[in-house]
Each structure stands twice: as C-alpha cells, then as structure tokens.
C-alpha cells in the first residue's frame, strides 16, 4: 500500500501497536523499462485493495494510472527504494519489508537482495 496508507494505519492503531507495512519494489535504474513490470504487479494489487485506494484520494483506480502505480511499486535505484522504505518508517512503519518483483519470478532476486541490503543496512 502507498505510504498514505502507512500514515493512516499508525493513527487508526495508536503508537503501542507493532506496523509492519510490504512494500513492491523493482530495483532498475532505468524505471522507463520497468513501468510494464510495475503495472502489472499494481495490477494483481487491485481486486483487494480497491476500496482502501480510492478512500486514500486515487480516482478511476482500474486505470492503473502513473500516480497509482508508482504509489504501489517502488522502481529505481537502490538510493530510489532506500527514499520509500524511510517514508514509511517516517510515517509510522516499524518494520518495512521489500518484496523484489523481477522478470523472472521464479529466480530468488539474489543480486537484488545484495544491492538493497547494502544500501538499507548502514
């Protein structure tokens, strides 16, 4: 879910309770090449999470618009990923894990993993 997402559930649980957010993520420096990728995980997103998107203000959400997918799918850089893991900390996350989405999904992403994790675990 969006980092929008994120601020409202650690008001609606209070400051005590453990928030433990999922956040997509296509790691890829070239996020042109990636925005099909993206698009269709956001894709899979919706049929569960309609309701909660257009109560967070993202109209016509079946068109999968730029705004929406970029809410849902962090794609760039590690620095790029690294910025949306601390929005959602800086909004209320305790925990923030990353789901890597590649091309080729049945590949554990290992070099994916390695690039994040040098980049998160300073």
Known sequence: MPVEHTRIARVLLGPDALLAVTQLVVLDPDRSATAGLARSYA???????????????????????????????????????????????????????????TSTPRTPPLRQWRELAGRLLV
Request: hydrophobic share 50%; net charge negative; no cysteine.
């Open 43 to 101: 894709a899979a997103l919706l049929p569960n999470r309609r309701a909660l998107l257009q109560d967070l203000g993202f109209e016509g959400v079946d068109s999968l618009d730029d705004r929406l997918v970029d809410a849902l799918v962090s794609r760039g850089p590690a620095d790029f990923i690294a910025r949306r893991v601390e929005e959602h900390l800086e909004a209320g996350a305790d925990h923030v894990s990353l789901f890597v989405v």
